[in-house]
């Protein structure tokens, strides 16, 4: 073991304890219930029908999460998919703030302080939206940990040490390609260990071997079948998901078309959630020029890579989008600055570290639970419901953005809501293999494929109804409303009479799904949903068409629906117009 570090004791394994029965009593509660505006649509309908996630798989998640399906399953076979893996989101990250508070101890850091950071990262909003959904971070932040925890309690001339520390990174690296923020860290670490080592050739090969070892996981892509992406058949389909070669190497912070910088938006939360991470920056670089320890020194240049990857940091320019983005890596992000607050805490007044990171939490934590709060977050189902209840037999869907295209994945394949119904998500069809996977189900020669172009073409020919939508999807039974309306003005050049507005009003407010009325607003996407969607469609009909003599009806239909008074929306459209 290093002598950076400390031996933990009984008493470290009962506050990691607390801390780890905290989180759960926070997060369970929590957890979402149905599909939200994330990955979650994808993952749990992967994990469910035994098919394989986007590029890179995610085999460690998929193995872990299958085993747990099918053990629910044969216990309680009605229970939630989707609820169930956001248990396993929840326990994930309940355990990444033990391990985070075992990796503070070990670097020295005082006990009250590695407790007070763990509990604040543990309710940072970020860390609570994502341990409420079903996302493969959670299960991220425990690997990262566990490879942190084993660099640190690495003995230079232990077999066993380098074969646990190699198989911890080997499992990081397998899982998710954000390891490699800590690269420098990992090297530094690793380089002293070996030089100290007395056969640092065995213990070298000892750790390339096992750190090797976990890759083999992807073997089990083979055994589960095709969704988005196609099933591996050699090692080299195999090489192609471990480096996301048909999703983009890093192509969640990749320049590209609607899309815009956040890294300010990151500072911004850190600011208000945990602004003592930001001074550990200026006394990191204070200690490193003082003591130049190996661990200062590592620190600091993994500052580089994470700040690299901040500056790097491009968003959907979507509200929506935005927030749930921001949610995946904001936590792995100030992991970071937590270990090196940690680290430093010693050198810092321990009442003085721990009074900077408390009073900020109680101005943020109603917040941050209300943020997180996804077991009453119905407003994507109701969406997805809408959209699906106007579809006509057989349609295909080609959906854009993650809650629209995942959700509708989701509702129609797990939950088999409208399963004649084909979904395809619209910003991967540009991938060859994507495309051709899709392409499968409507192709009669399986000895060729079609162009997207000629795919059109086929199921115009077949009278197949097709539907794309884009960032935000209007369900047809509400925008017919508007469709019919507004073609009457343009066509006619006459307004429809307030006895048809009202009629055509009255049939849409019946619709309005029940769960607008419980939408969070902390949350973000649901107000944006019932604003922009239910509500707007009444909205932009009144902005377009402001002589409609019935356009106040609808502008305070609008105004009702938008505040979530939705009851009273349905009451006003019930009575007599005027």
Same mark, same amino acid.
């Given at each position: 073991?290093?002598? *950076? ?47 394989? &996630? ?14 747990? $399906? ?44 590695? $407790? ?16 409420? *959904? ?34 911890? &990174? ?86 590209? *078309? ?25 006394? @990191? ?21 994470? @700040? ?21 890596? $904001? ?147 509400? @925008? ?18 307030? *006895? ?18 419980? &939408? ?40 009702l629906i938008s505040s979530g008074r939705i009851a009273q929306a349905r009451s006003v459209c019930m009575k007599t117009h005027y």
């Amino acid at each position: 073991m290093s002598a *950076d570090v400390v031996r933990l004791s009984l008493c470290d394994y009962v506050l990691a304890g607390i801390l780890f029965l905290f989180a759960v009593l926070v997060y369970l509660p929590r957890v979402a219930a149905t599909v939200q505006p994330s990955d979650g649509g994808e993952i749990a309908t992967a994990i469910v029908l035994n098919k394989i &996630i986007h590029p890179p798989g995610y085999p460690l998640y998929s193995i872990i999460a299958s085993a747990l $399906f099918k053990v629910a399953e044969a216990i309680t076979p009605t229970f939630p998919p989707y609820q169930l893996l956001g248990f396993f989101s929840a326990l994930a990250q309940a355990i990444a703030g033990s391990l985070l508070y075992f990796c503070i101890r070990m670097l020295k850091g005082d006990a009250l302080v590695a $407790f007070a950071l763990s509990a604040s990262w543990l309710l940072l909003w970020p860390t609570v939206f994502t341990a409420t *959904d079903v996302e493969v971070f959670s299960l991220h932040h425990v690997v990262l940990l566990l490879a942190l925890l084993s660099l640190l309690r690495l003995s230079p001339d232990a077999v066993w040490s380098f074969v646990w520390c190699g198989s911890t &990174i080997g499992l990081a690296i397998a899982h998710h390609h954000t390891i490699v923020l800590w690269a420098p860290f990992t090297l530094l670490l690793l380089g002293r260990a070996l030089i100290k080592s007395k056969s640092r050739w065995m213990m070298a090969i000892a750790f390339i071997v096992s750190s090797a070892a976990p890759l083999l996981l992807y073997l089990h892509l083979m055994t589960r079948e095709s969704f988005g992406f196609n099933r591996p058949e050699s090692l080299l389909d195999l090489l192609n998901y471990f480096l996301r070669m048909s999703y983009g190497s890093f192509s969640l912070v990749a320049n590209s *078309d609607g899309q815009v910088w956040q890294g300010a938006e990151v500072f911004q939360v850190m600011l208000n959630g945990a602004p003592m991470y930001l001074v550990a920056v200026v006394l @990191l670089v204070v200690d490193t020029a003082r003591s130049r320890s190996i661990l200062s020194v590592a620190f600091l240049v993994s500052l580089a890579t994470h @700040l690299w990857f901040i500056a790097k940091l491009q968003l959907p320019f979507d509200e929506t989008m935005n927030y749930e983005w921001i949610g995946r890596f $904001f936590p792995l992000i100030c992991l970071y600055f937590a270990l090196v607050l940690g680290y430093l805490s010693p050198r810092i007044n321990r009442y003085v570290v721990v009074a900077t990171l408390v009073v900020p939490l109680c101005f943020t934590v109603r917040e941050a639970l209300e943020r997180g709060d996804a077991f009453t977050d119905r407003s994507v189902q109701a969406e997805l419901v809408s959209a699906l209840e106007g579809m006509p037999p057989h349609a295909v869907i080609l959906a854009g953005a993650d809650r629209l295209a995942m959700g509708l994945i989701y509702v129609t394949e797990v939950e088999l809501l409208r399963f004649d119904v084909r979904v395809a998500a619209y910003s991967l069809l540009s991938d060859p293999q994507y495309q051709q996977n899709f392409i499968k189900n409507f192709q009669e020669n399986s000895s060729s494929y079609l162009t997207l172009s000629e795919l059109i073409t086929v199921l115009h020919k077949r009278e197949v109804p097709l539907y794309a939508t884009l960032d935000v999807t209007v369900p047809t039974p509400y @925008l017919a409303v508007i469709y019919g309306m507004a073609s009457k003005i343009v066509q006619k050049g006459e307004y429809p009479t307030i *006895d048809e507005g009202y009629e055509q009003l009255l049939s849409v407010c019946r619709k309005l799904p029940q769960q607008l009325e419980t &939408i969070n607003e902390k949350r973000g996407h649901g107000s944006y949903i019932r604003t922009h969607l239910f509500a707007g469609v009444f909205e932009t009909f009144v902005e377009d068409f402001p002589l409609y003599p019935g356009a106040n009806l609808f502008r305070l239909v609008a105004r009702l629906i938008s505040s979530g008074r939705i009851a009273q929306a349905r009451s006003v459209c019930m009575k007599t117009h005027y």
